[in-house]
């Protein structure tokens, strides 16, 4: 990543965070597991860490991200984060993210990016008390060439079908100011002012999904908190816990 990209981040980035750590490390583990580290070690100033390479890069709900040395954008903001209810966070900021690179990227319920019914990126929120504030590490993983895995359980899209030729500064430069914006916006107002944007780019909206627990149901866009709704044979079920995976069924043939 030149150093140039760099500069201009930490320029563009200083009104909404002054003196905000920009480091681009050629190789870690996870940013993740590196940012709660330095957490957990009492040290975290905001930093935007950026990696070339992750050897052991993290999903939610303990799996695994795997991504190729210059064939995705890895990185994570850790901050510190003043939210009354955390719930729409992971929404909000793949919303972000999604409108700061292509009109046609989709959201799946609660932070994936999603290009043509293929898994593009995700997000992986934790947070950590560092004395009396709490701090967010907010970790994004973006494809930008498709993975070429047979062994993936979802199917993978890369940045470059939208943005043919794109690099991880460019998608990265594209990204940052924007989710700083909406971080902000989110500690002052929550997720309702996000809520209609999110349900413009709904990908679950009326699609058959099936939760992680086996409950079948009808997709029915998200709540003021950003629940999942889903229309099961018990009624409206408002699915919260980040621990629930959602599957959309595959559309029926026509
Ligand atoms: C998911 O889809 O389950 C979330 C994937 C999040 C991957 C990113 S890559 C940068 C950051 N570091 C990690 O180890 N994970 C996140």
Redesign the pocket.
């Known amino acids: 990543m030149p150093h140039r990209a760099v500069d201009t981040l930490r320029e563009q980035l200083a009104p909404w965070m002054p003196g905000l750590v920009v480091q681009v490390l050629p190789e870690v583990d996870?940013?993740?597991?590196e940012l709660m580290r330095r957490a957990r070690a009492g040290a975290l100033p905001p930093t935007l860490l950026v990696a070339l390479a992750?050897i052991a890069?993290?999903?939610?709900m303990g799996?695994s991200?795997y991504?190729q040395p210059g064939a995705a954008l890895?990185?994570?903001l850790g901050l510190p984060l003043q939210v009354r209810d955390w719930s729409g966070l992971s929404l909000a900021v793949g919303l972000s993210l999604a409108q700061s690179l292509h009109p046609d990227i989709r959201l799946k319920w609660p932070?994936?990016l999603w290009w043509q019914e293929r898994k593009l990126g995700?997000?992986?929120i934790e947070t950590a008390s560092l004395g009396a504030q709490r701090h967010a590490v907010i970790?994004?993983?973006i494809n930008l060439v498709r993975p070429d895995r047979p062994d993936l359980s979802t199917p993978a899209a890369g940045l470059q079908e939208a943005l043919p030729g794109v690099d991880a500064s460019q998608a990265l430069e594209r990204v940052v100011p924007g989710l700083m914006q909406t971080l902000r916006r989110f500690e002052r107002e929550g997720f309702a002012p996000f809520w209609a944007d999110f349900a413009a780019r709904d990908g679950l909206h009326q699609r058959a999904v099936t939760l992680s627990d086996g409950t079948q149901g009808t997709a029915c866009g998200v709540n003021e908190a950003g629940a999942l709704l889903v229309h099961t044979a018990a009624g409206v079920q408002a699915v919260t816990s980040s621990e629930v995976s959602v599957r959309p069924r595959p559309f029926a043939p026509m």
């Open positions: 996870s940013t993740n597991t992750q890069g993290r999903g939610r799996r991200w991504s890895t990185f994570s932070n994936d995700g997000i992986l970790g994004v993983g």
